[in-house]
């Protein structure tokens, strides 16, 4: 007596889970190739930025600076463009005419070392451009400084003031206050996630972790701010992607006058 065999195959749950399990594969392999394209794109930006950084240093030797200027401060940056005034176009990069796009600019501050010193700590800021778009600008800074007419079509930094905050024991906490009350400036707006501060006392560079949505003047930084002034590459006025790529230091010697 031959016996009939049963013809065994997949149950449906057996088909979902399979699916199911494939489906979360195919996520993870999506999601590294995200990754993987944005940290590539990061990587390029990098590269970009200190080739562009060595272009605007090797500029600001070629059109120079007098040491003695009396707007050259030991105690706090003045931007470079405050104090030698060059084509707007150095300030792009790439520098060749020839490039269809420019997709990069850079700006400066510039402090000295000591008083009587030739040395001049730079700080460069590297930004990435973004068509059409313009940048939020100051006139003034908090101690009535003329800053001249700004061009508010390049990144430039402005400063703004850091208070620690006297409700948190978290002393990277620390609170945006308004540096000219009444300008009708919002200092808020120069501040957001992932912006990069220069102490403009020491030079050291801060991260900006987070800006709290509970309380827009409240940030968390990287370590800890004893308070005073910084300065920051304010994002563009429609908003958008933080336009600085990169911000690197160096100290120059300028010849004297």
């Not at 908090?142 to 508010?152: A, E, K, R, V, Y």
């Amino acid at each position: 007596m031959v016996k009939n065999r049963r013809q065994a195959g997949f149950s449906l749950t057996e088909t979902l889970l399979a699916v199911g399990t494939l489906a979360i594969g195919l996520m993870f392999i999506a999601g590294t190739f995200l990754t993987g394209v944005y940290f590539s794109t990061t990587s390029t930006e990098r590269t970009i930025a200190a080739v562009a950084t060595d272009e605007a240093l090797a500029k600001m030797r070629i059109y120079g600076l007098d040491p003695n200027n009396v707007n050259l401060k030991t105690d706090g940056f003045v931007p470079y463009e405050q104090l030698v005034t060059i084509p707007a176009e150095e300030y792009l990069y790439p520098s060749s005419r020839e490039e269809a796009t420019r997709q990069y600019s850079w700006s400066a501050l510039c402090r000295r070392m000591s008083a009587g010193s030739r040395l001049v700590q730079c700080t460069v800021f590297i930004s990435r451009q973004t068509a059409g778009a313009t940048y939020r600008v100051r006139k003034t800074d908090g101690d009535g400084l003329q800053l001249g007419t700004p061009n508010p079509d390049l990144p430039r930094p402005v400063r703004v003031n850091l208070v620690p905050d006297a409700n948190s024991t978290n002393t990277a906490e620390v609170l945006l206050k308004d540096a000219v009350p009444g300008d009708g400036i919002d200092e808020l707006a120069f501040v957001n996630d992932g912006s990069l501060l220069v102490d403009d006392k020491t030079g050291q560079i801060y991260h900006v972790l987070e800006r709290y949505a509970s309380q827009p003047d409240k940030i968390r930084l990287d370590r800890s701010w004893t308070g005073g002034w910084a300065w920051v590459i304010p994002p563009a006025a429609s908003g958008g992607r933080n336009p600085v790529v990169a911000v690197y230091q160096d100290v120059l010697r300028f010849p004297g006058s």
